[in-house]
């Protein structure tokens, strides 16, 4: 096979620079170049840390569960699915290793900067479970406010004036970022307590009352907001220094 041989399609040889041109033209080549950098930038740098060791029994270990959790346990069905995945059991073994290491250098480049990330980005992963009644005009929500006060139940007013969608679930907007909220709602908010009445808030030309039902804060603790963290940092690294590279493509 020539050196610049690709592919082959039945018995047709589809050259690199006709892979290239194929890209081209539909448009992929682009993207198709940027996961070779991702790729590459991820491998140098896991290359390059010394601390980024991974014991062999881990990647064995982890074979051997794959491999029980999908009844690969028999040697030749084993070999039947790597065949059918259009792989072998070199470059199966070295992609799971692969996902170890990968793990492992997201968390040393993310982990230094996760508690002034998750402060910077707080606000915005702090949630907030509000129900609301949204009207035209601000008689009528001090009106509905005395009302309720008064002791009429908050969902049927909602269900009877609210314009908003939601009036069908009794205005419960459910869990909403705090970061996204209006200025006067955040601020109200933010002095409440669960439970409290807050308005009528103007919001452009409505008018809403809000009710306070839980605050969820966001918390390190959770694993799954850490992980999308820490998934953040690492994208924004890998981006930097894939623009800092400088790319020629060698295909004629």
Do not use: C
């Not at 081209?24 to 991820?42: E, N």
């Not at 139940?153 to 069908?168: G, N, V």
């Not at 694993?223 to 924004?236: D, H, P, V």
Request: aromatic letters at 8%; a negative charge; charged letters at 30%.
């Amino acid at each position: 096979m020539e050196s610049s041989s690709f592919l082959t399609v039945d018995d047709r040889l589809i050259s690199v620079q006709q892979a290239v041109q194929h890209l081209q033209i539909s448009g992929k080549l682009g993207q198709f170049i940027r996961d070779i950098l991702r790729q590459d930038v991820i491998e140098q740098e896991i290359k390059a840390r010394t601390e980024i060791e991974l014991s062999p029994a881990l990647t064995e270990q982890a074979i051997i569960d794959f491999r029980l959790k999908n009844e690969l346990s028999d040697p030749q069905k084993f070999q039947d699915w790597l065949n059918n995945s259009g792989t072998d059991y070199d470059t199966f073994h070295a992609t799971v290793a692969f996902g170890f290491k990968l793990e492992k250098l997201k968390s040393a480049i993310a982990d230094p900067k996760l508690g002034e990330y998750f402060i910077e980005r707080k606000i915005f992963l702090d949630r907030v479970v509000l129900s609301r009644i949204i009207v035209d005009n601000r008689e009528l929500a001090e009106e509905l406010h005395t009302q309720i006060e008064e002791g009429t139940s908050f969902e049927q007013l909602a269900r009877e004036y609210s314009l908003a969608d939601d009036k069908i679930v009794n205005g419960m907007m459910g869990p909403v970022s705090r970061g996204t909220m209006p200025d006067k709602l955040r601020a109200a908010v933010d002095v409440a307590g669960s439970g409290d009445i807050l308005g009528p808030i103007q919001l452009e030309e409505r008018y809403g009352l809000f009710r306070l039902e839980q605050l969820l804060p966001a918390s390190l603790e959770d694993t799954q907001l850490k992980q999308a963290l820490q998934n953040e940092l690492f994208e924004k690294w890998l981006a930097e220094k894939i623009q800092k590279l400088t790319v020629k493509l060698q295909v004629k």
